[in-house]
């Protein structure tokens, strides 16, 4: 039997970016689905052993271990280098991991691990098309970041064609290989009761729109299309979930409070905030419709938790919706600087008993031995 390869997983558990951290438990649980002979060992670096602990709860993967960023050294493993250093100028003992195949997802600033390959992950390039929603600062960190990448990186990986699109356009002609890894989400079936909409206060028909409160995420088209359907006498709740804060634009949030009192649809709004996933994707479930009215994505994780459930979706016609979109037949596009297209679309017959069915399994097999591939590919070459 082949040897089993080891993988150094790089995770953090981040409200602020709940994305990234979706992303690598998702990762995990695909992997768990394939076979046990072809499972790799994952060696999860985190800034806490809680982190970990919660990730090898939610993932009951069996070759998951926690690893500290270095290993530490004791005093006499010190002084001993310390000496062969001044006379040989080498270290006896090393603070760094060894035998470990692969970093991923790889940071650019670090490269703590000898003798390993990285795989780099660039999520999107949102900055170089919208870049009035970041300031200086970010846009030359990001930018000074991919550059390094591209100089001394091998191995990189996008999360759709789209990004992979959007990665050649900027940095033509670069060599660096380059791979296309669609995530897909598992979770336990969401319990979808009458009680949920008790303990939240729902009404019994509405939209649901799961987004952080980030500006590109658009929530103003929502808004806006609210108040044009109560203007053409049709009243209908959109729950919002996510986190209320913009760490680039902190006024946002307020933007969206006072543009609903202005709108005269406050009644029309439900704001929970950041709540618990298993209750987020219940109330998704009973759901009208899910909206998800982003300006730009690298792969929407929103999309991916509806398509799971075998809701209706209602999207902007972005490119990387259509992508995931692509066989999913139970959508409506619109434009997503049209309100009215969106008002239009939330008056069609939506709902989840028009939702064709979706086997989203297959999503999930395929996030898991795509993986695979690109590991074989990169790691047969060592």
């Given at each position: 039997?082949?040897?089993?390869?080891?993988?150094?997983?790089?995770?953090?558990?981040?409200?602020?970016?709940?994305?990234?951290?979706?992303?690598?438990?998702?990762?995990?649980?695909?992997?768990?689905?394939?076979?046990?002979?072809?499972?790799?060992?994952?060696?999860?670096?985190?800034?806490?052993?809680?982190?970990?602990?919660?990730?090898?709860?939610?993932?009951?993967?069996?070759?998951?271990?926690?690893?500290?960023?270095?290993?530490?050294?004791s005093l006499?493993?010190?002084?001993?280098?310390?000496?062969?250093?001044?006379?040989?100028?080498?270290?006896?003992?090393?603070?760094?991991?060894?035998?470990?195949?692969?970093?991923?997802?790889?940071?650019?600033?670090?490269?703590?691990?000898?003798?390993?390959?990285?795989?780099?992950?660039?999520?999107?390039?949102?900055?170089?098309?919208?870049?009035?929603?970041?300031?200086?600062?970010?846009?030359?960190?990001?930018?000074?970041?991919?550059?390094?990448?591209?100089?001394?990186?091998?191995?990189?990986?996008?999360?759709?064609?789209?990004?992979?699109?959007?990665?050649?356009?900027?940095?033509?002609?670069?060599?660096?290989?380059?791979?296309?890894?669609?995530?897909?989400?598992?979770?336990?079936?969401?319990?979808?009761?009458?009680?949920?909409?008790?303990?939240?206060?729902?009404?019994?028909?509405?939209?649901?729109?799961?987004?952080?409160?980030?500006?590109?995420?658009?929530?103003?088209?929502?808004?806006?299309?609210?108040?044009?359907?109560?203007?053409?006498?049709?009243?209908?709740?959109?729950?919002?979930?996510?986190?209320?804060?913009?760490?680039?634009?902190?006024?946002?949030?307020?933007?969206?409070?006072?543009?609903?009192?202005?709108?005269?649809?406050?009644?029309?709004?439900?704001?929970?905030g950041f709540?618990?996933?298993?209750?987020?994707?219940?109330?998704?479930?009973?759901?009208?419709?899910?909206?998800?009215?982003?300006?730009?994505?690298?792969?929407?994780?929103?999309?991916?938790?509806?398509?799971?459930?075998?809701?209706?979706?209602?999207?902007?016609?972005?490119?990387v919706h259509?992508?995931?979109?692509?066989?999913?037949?139970?959508?409506?596009?619109?434009?997503?600087?049209?309100?009215?297209?969106?008002?239009?679309?939330?008056?069609?017959?939506?709902?989840?008993?028009?939702?064709?069915?979706?086997?989203?399994?297959?999503?999930?097999?395929?996030?898991?031995?795509?993986?695979?591939?690109?590991?074989?590919?990169?790691?047969?070459?060592?």
């Amino acid at each position: 039997m082949a040897e089993r390869r080891k993988i150094a997983l790089i995770y953090q558990y981040n409200e602020n970016w709940i994305g990234g951290t979706y992303y690598i438990e998702n990762l995990v649980l695909a992997l768990r689905r394939l076979e046990e002979s072809e499972q790799p060992i994952l060696y999860v670096f985190t800034e806490s052993v809680d982190e970990f602990e919660k990730l090898k709860r939610k993932t009951d993967y069996k070759y998951l271990f926690s690893k500290p960023y270095f290993i530490s050294l004791s005093l006499l493993q010190r002084a001993i280098n310390k000496i062969t250093g001044s006379l040989f100028n080498r270290a006896v003992f090393s603070a760094h991991h060894k035998n470990i195949d692969l970093i991923f997802p790889a940071d650019y600033n670090h490269r703590f691990i000898p003798g390993a390959e990285y795989l780099y992950w660039i999520p999107d390039f949102q900055e170089h098309y919208l870049p009035d929603f970041f300031s200086t600062d970010e846009i030359a960190l990001r930018k000074a970041g991919q550059h390094s990448i591209v100089s001394n990186g091998k191995y990189i990986v996008f999360s759709s064609q789209a990004a992979k699109r959007h990665f050649n356009q900027i940095y033509a002609g670069v060599t660096i290989q380059q791979f296309v890894l669609p995530f897909a989400v598992s979770h336990q079936p969401a319990k979808a009761n009458e009680n949920i909409k008790l303990k939240y206060k729902i009404p019994d028909e509405f939209f649901i729109c799961s987004n952080q409160f980030w500006i590109h995420k658009n929530h103003k088209a929502v808004i806006h299309a609210i108040a044009a359907l109560k203007n053409e006498g049709v009243n209908v709740s959109v729950v919002f979930t996510g986190k209320e804060n913009d760490f680039r634009h902190p006024e946002y949030f307020d933007e969206l409070r006072l543009l609903i009192m202005q709108e005269g649809v406050i009644d029309n709004c439900i704001f929970l905030g950041f709540i618990d996933r298993a209750d987020q994707l219940a109330i998704m479930q009973l759901s009208k419709a899910v909206i998800q009215p982003s300006l730009f994505e690298g792969w929407s994780t929103v999309i991916e938790d509806a398509k799971s459930l075998g809701v209706f979706i209602i999207a902007s016609r972005i490119d990387v919706h259509k992508e995931q979109l692509q066989k999913y037949e139970s959508k409506l596009l619109f434009d997503a600087t049209d309100s009215k297209q969106l008002a239009d679309c939330m008056k069609r017959d939506c709902d989840k008993t028009n939702s064709q069915p979706y086997e989203y399994s297959k999503d999930v097999a395929l996030f898991g031995t795509t993986f695979n591939h690109i590991l074989e590919e990169i790691l047969s070459n060592k």
